[in-house]
């Protein structure tokens, strides 16, 4: 099993939908959790951390549940400069060592108008 | 404000020929990553430094080299080229480690290896 394993997409969507994403983790010892957006051919950039109360940024909402291992990332209203690839990642930690990020192969969205 | 700057954008090398992919950081950041991506993988962590002096191997290592001289450059050497080693390739930097604090991506070499 993949150390992070999301939805395989792509999704296609119209204005205005609601988008949800999923996302797996193997390790149970993670530590943290994150959301990137990568557009096409440009570097990753951080779109939210996600906590394990939940937490939302405007029409973005992350939720965590560690029982589960399991990550969502919900987009509500969605824009047409939302599309992009979302990259679920988790920071996977050893020992007592700082951890390494581990990141998914994401998922692309494309909104529509 | 730069944040995390590449050299270069853009190569084409052939097999067995050496290269150094420069990262220079202006956020005084102690942490720095290679990562490479490649269609259908993912990110994956090549090496890393906690500091200036210091690197760590990550997930793929092999085949590359690396060197923190100065806290605020993070050196990729590939000492000989091979076309598995065509990718795009990321360098990253964060204040603290990994888990502790978000990391800022430079905007990526693309190497060709023919």
């Not at chain 1, 010892?29 to 990753?44: G, L, N, T």
């Not at chain 1, 909402?61 to 560690?66: D, G, H, I, W």
Request: hydrophobic content about 30%.
């Amino acid at each position: 099993r993949k150390e992070v394993e999301q939805d395989p997409g792509p999704f296609n969507v119209p204005e205005g939908a609601t988008v949800a994403f999923n996302c797996t983790y193997s390790n149970s010892a993670s530590q943290s959790f994150f959301w990137y957006r990568q557009d096409c051919r440009k570097e990753p950039k951080l779109l939210m951390s996600v906590y394990s109360s939940g937490n939302e940024d405007g029409r973005f909402t992350a939720q965590l549940n560690r029982a589960s291992q399991y990550i969502s990332l919900l987009i509500r209203d969605s824009k047409l400069s939302d599309s992009a690839t979302y990259l679920c990642v988790v920071n996977i930690q050893y020992g007592g060592s700082q951890g390494n990020l581990i990141f998914g192969k994401g998922t692309k969205l494309s909104v529509k108008p | 404000n730069a944040g995390v700057t590449q050299t270069p954008k853009f190569r084409v090398l052939k097999t067995g020929q050496s290269m150094t992919l420069l990262c220079a950081q202006d956020m005084n950041h102690e942490y720095m990553y290679w990562y490479r991506q490649d269609p259908g993988m993912g990110l994956r962590l090549i090496h890393y430094s906690v500091g200036e002096g210091t690197t760590a191997k990550g997930e793929v290592p092999d085949g590359y080299n690396v060197s923190r001289l100065k806290k605020q450059n993070f050196l990729l050497g590939l000492e000989s080229a091979a076309p598995s080693q065509t990718s795009v390739y990321f360098c990253a930097s964060s204040y603290h480690g990994q888990g502790g604090s978000e990391a800022f991506f430079g905007q990526g070499t693309r190497l060709t290896v023919v």
